[in-house]
């Protein structure tokens, strides 16, 4: 757990590999919990908030250094359909960061020495649509109209205080733009993941300009990937790299493909922890899965992060 005399992860990624959890909706699914709501995981803050404690323990305990919050379809509006007012959605955004930090706490209990860091994450705005366009974007917003959206809830969690913010599902350029801004000033770290197609992100544009948009933000620790298909993590991890000088963050999917439609997973798994290797020699620094990866995909890759 982390505490006053715990390296911080910026330093531990400078150090070596850092391993991320898993999916954290597969994780709830596994228990037996509904979630075909549009407020998927983030439902269960205000619902079974232990849940969401015992989600992020297992994957402690599988060997995840760090834990990303439920909070990345947790917005203001998304609450807001439900009745729910902006004061209690800000109380709902702080307890994802609170019940990583108890999950820790219980791990530490356990037995698990090593520090252990949480993540808020600040999903795009798709997350909040429900309607997969957050594997595309281009929404027909503004830079400024997006950074409207998301700076009230990426100050929200900064209060809670996560050791660092994870600006994630990322799908192009513009959002990009708009949530580094939103981070600048916060005195909270971040890393910046785009969801990718190949060597370019899920609206199309180059890779080598997506990442640098983050290479003179101070804020930034780690750019990368996530949410994509293993196969596309290698080269990706390799131009973050190249273009940033800085760590690299990756944790994709299982590798099947999402139906928005039937709000399902498609096709067949083609992650693999082996699959490591290649991207810790490309440069990748903080790794896991996202998506349809579970504590044992994980246990598999902090056994070869070791």
């Known amino acids: 757990m982390t505490s006053d005399t715990s390296p911080r992860l910026a330093d531990a990624l400078a150090a070596g590999t850092v391993v ?11 228990a037996g919990h509904e979630l075909s709501d549009e407020l998927w995981s983030a439902r269960l803050l205000a619902e079974r908030p232990e ?29 807001g359909k439900r009745g729910i007012g902006r004061a209690e959605a800000a109380r709902l955004l702080a307890r994802s960061v609170e019940l990583a930090r108890s999950a820790a706490r219980q791990a530490a209990d356990r037995g698990v ?15 909040m649509l429900a309607d997969g366009s957050e594997y595309r974007g281009r929404y027909g917003l503004s830079v400024a109209e997006l950074e409207r959206f998301h700076r009230p809830r990426i100050e929200a969690l900064a209060a809670a205080a996560p050791d660092v913010l994870a600006l994630e599902t990322v799908p192009d ?25 190949g060597r370019r992100t899920r609206a199309g544009q180059p890779l080598e300009e997506a990442f640098a948009l983050a290479a003179d933000v101070d804020e930034v620790i780690a750019v990368g990937v996530n949410c994509c298909a ?12 190249r273009v940033t000088g800085r760590p690299v963050v990756a944790y994709p999917n299982s590798g099947e493909g999402w139906d ?6 498609r096709g067949r798994t083609t992650f693999s922890a082996a699959q490591i290797t290649a991207w810790r020699r490309a440069g990748a620094r903080l790794i896991g899965g996202c998506c349809r990866v ?8 902090a056994e070869l992060a070791d």
């Open 113 to 127: 020495e090593r520090p252990l860091w949480v993540a808020a994450s600040v999903g795009p705005y798709g997350a």
């Open 173 to 197: 350029t513009d959002e990009a733009v708009a949530l580094l801004r939103a981070v600048r000033g916060l005195g909270v770290p971040a890393w910046l993941s785009y969801t990718v197609d």
């Open 260 to 265: 928005a439609q039937a709000r399902a997973w």
């Open 51 to 79: 849940a969401v404690t015992e989600a992020h323990r297992a994957y402690f305990l599988a060997g995840a250094s760090v834990a990303i919050t439920a909070s990345y379809q947790a917005t203001f509006e998304g609450f």
């Open 20 to 30: 991320l959890d898993g999916g954290m909706s597969n994780q709830l699914e596994s």
């Open 230 to 241: 293993p196969g596309d993590v290698e080269p990706a991890v390799e131009i973050a790299a």
């Open 294 to 301: 579970g504590p044992e995909g994980i246990t598999a890759i």
